[in-house]
């Protein structure tokens, strides 16, 4: 295994959790929702619900041809750091979101969040380069435990600013985070095979492509099984990510202050969590851990319909956060398991269209849920469990995911 790409691999993973802690997570999505927009009727998820679910759908529709893209033409390193520069200079500019200005914090929202999930798919793509077969549970748990470091690292950064109401300074902070840690990935992981054609010819025939790909994808029964049920679990994941600090904030009262420790809190239950599963993903299987922290999620949504004071909240964000970072790990590694080879980036480009053409939904389901509730969020995040309990049974058929090591 080459050390050096793998530690520059791991610490992107640092680098763009600043952007999922501070921006999607916590401050941008609470401050968005609560101050700019307002939430006493609902507004504010509505309006961050849409957010989440038009940055989505453009990186749905995209990443499985731009994927394809990237192994034809050999931009995939190009298209990488592009996308992460976008997500970095949105999030710089959020800096000039005031109180009132909904559609400006709107597209600032939609591009960092697009900047960020495009970039993703490149990311991803780059770990079968890294790892054998029998090691890539391990390395992309690495992954994710150096991402909770970097998210708890990007909100202490933060919580100053926040402290003195200076969101400005936050964004600002978070932006150069992003970037500094980025750097290593940009120079040390390894080139891409030469690209067999150029960029415009790559496009044109990508189109054709994407859709042949589909049929291959479909005509393996495995990754046609895990691919449909990551659609729907996935989305459950994103959406309870995603408004989780505003739930806290408008449902139990939680300041901003308060919502930064609490997801400190919770990033160290999840970097001790994919730190704990690491091993288990290889040994285990990346399906049985998926399984199970599939239940563990559909316990928390249920018990989050029920919590009526913030101790009982912050109990159950650790359980829930010790297995987030399992979740993720396990299923790339599942993905990575299934993946024909010189097809990595398109097929994770069909990954990342799962996941996030799926998340188009279940931020509009909870968004209009609570707004047509006049602002109770209960019912939509009880909603959000079903989304994890179909995705288990879906997956309880395939039969691929065994251990890759005895």
Known sequence: MNVRAIAAWTLYDFANSSFAAVVFATIYAAYYAMSVVGNATGDGDLWWGRVISVSMAVVAVSSPLL???ADRAGVRRPLFVGFTLLSVTATAFMATVKPGMVVWGFVLGVLGNIGYES???YYNAYLPDLAPR???GRVSAWGFAVGYAGSIAALLTALPFVRAQAYG???????GLFTVFSLPAFIFLPQPAPGRLGVWEAARDGVAEVFATARRILAFQDLR???GAYFLYEDGVNTVVAFSAIFAAQTLGFPMERL???YIVVQISALGGALAWAKPIDYLGPKRVVMFTLLQWSAVVVTAYFVETATQFWILAVVAGTGLGAVQAASRTFLASLCPEGMEAELFGFYSLCGKSSAVIGPLVFGGISHAAGGDQRAGILAIGSFFIIGLVLLARVKAGGPTQG
């Open 119 to 121: 970039a993703l798919v």
């Open 67 to 69: 994927g394809g893209v």
């Open 169 to 175: 300074g936050a964004f600002l902070c978070t932006a």
């Open 225 to 227: 099984r895990f691919m």
């Open 260 to 262: 930064i420790v609490l």
């Open 134 to 136: 029998t090691h890539q």
